[in-house]
C-alpha cells in the first residue's frame, strides 16, 4: 500500500516540500539559483508536480502543463517520500533504475545535497499523517 492515497495527498506532502524549500533562507536561494524547471512524474498514485526554482520564488504547478522542464524525473511516489525522510539515495535509484530522469541529470544530482536541510522540514510535514497511520 503506497504511503499517498491519492494524486491531492501526493500533492501536498512532495509539492509541499518544495514550497517549504522557497521559504528555507539557503536551500530556497540556492535552488532559485539553479534555474532549472524540474518536471515530477509519480506512479502509485499518478501525480505529475512541475517545478520551476527560478526568482523570485519557486513555483510549484500540480497536474499537467504546457511548460517545457530542463529535466524530467519519474519514480514511485513512496520512492520521493523515501528521498525526502533521508533514506533514500537518488545516485543509486538511477543506477538502478528506480528513477528515471532525462536531461542533464548531473545537475540535479548536483541539487541533492542542497536539499538535505529539508528532510527535517519534511519530516515535521508528515508527523500527523505517520501518527494516523500508526495509530
Same mark, same amino acid.
Given at each position: 500500500?503506497?504511503?499517498?492515497?491519492?494524486?491531492?495527498?501526493?500533492?501536498?506532502?512532495?509539492?509541499?516540500?518544495?514550497?517549504?524549500?522557497?521559504?528555507?533562507?539557503?536551500?530556497? %536561494?540556492?535552488?532559485?539559483?539553479?534555474?532549472?524547471?524540474?518536471?515530477?512524474?509519480?506512479?502509485?498514485?499518478?501525480?505529475?508536480?512541475?517545478?520551476?526554482?527560478?526568482?523570485?520564488?519557486?513555483?510549484?504547478?500540480?497536474?499537467?502543463?504546457?511548460? %517545457?522542464?530542463?529535466?524530467?524525473?519519474?519514480?514511485?511516489?513512496?520512492?520521493?517520500?523515501?528521498?525526502?525522510?533521508?533514506?533514500?539515495?537518488?545516485?543509486?535509484?538511477?543506477?538502478?533504475? %528506480?528513477?528515471?530522469?532525462?536531461?542533464?541529470?548531473?545537475?540535479?544530482?548536483?541539487?541533492?545535497?542542497?536539499?538535505?536541510?529539508?528532510?527535517?522540514?519534511?519530516?515535521?510535514?508528515?508527523?500527523?499523517?505517520?501518527?494516523?497511520?500508526?495509530?
Amino acid at each position: 500500500m503506497s504511503y499517498f492515497k491519492d494524486a491531492e495527498d501526493a500533492y501536498r506532502y512532495l509539492g509541499g516540500v518544495f514550497r517549504a524549500a522557497d521559504e528555507h533562507p539557503e536551500v530556497g %536561494q540556492a535552488l532559485r539559483a539553479s534555474g532549472i524547471t524540474l518536471r515530477l512524474e509519480y506512479t502509485n498514485p499518478s501525480a505529475t508536480l512541475t517545478v520551476r526554482m527560478v526568482e523570485p520564488h519557486i513555483e510549484v504547478i500540480e497536474g499537467e502543463t504546457d511548460i %517545457q522542464p530542463d529535466v524530467r524525473m519519474s519514480m514511485a511516489a513512496d520512492t520521493a517520500n523515501k528521498y525526502w525522510r533521508g533514506e533514500y539515495n537518488v545516485a543509486v535509484g538511477l543506477a538502478k533504475g %528506480q528513477v528515471k530522469a532525462k536531461g542533464p541529470v548531473t545537475t540535479i544530482l548536483k541539487m541533492v545535497p542542497l536539499t538535505k536541510p529539508l528532510f527535517p522540514m519534511y519530516k515535521e510535514m508528515c508527523a500527523e499523517k505517520d501518527a494516523a497511520l500508526v495509530a
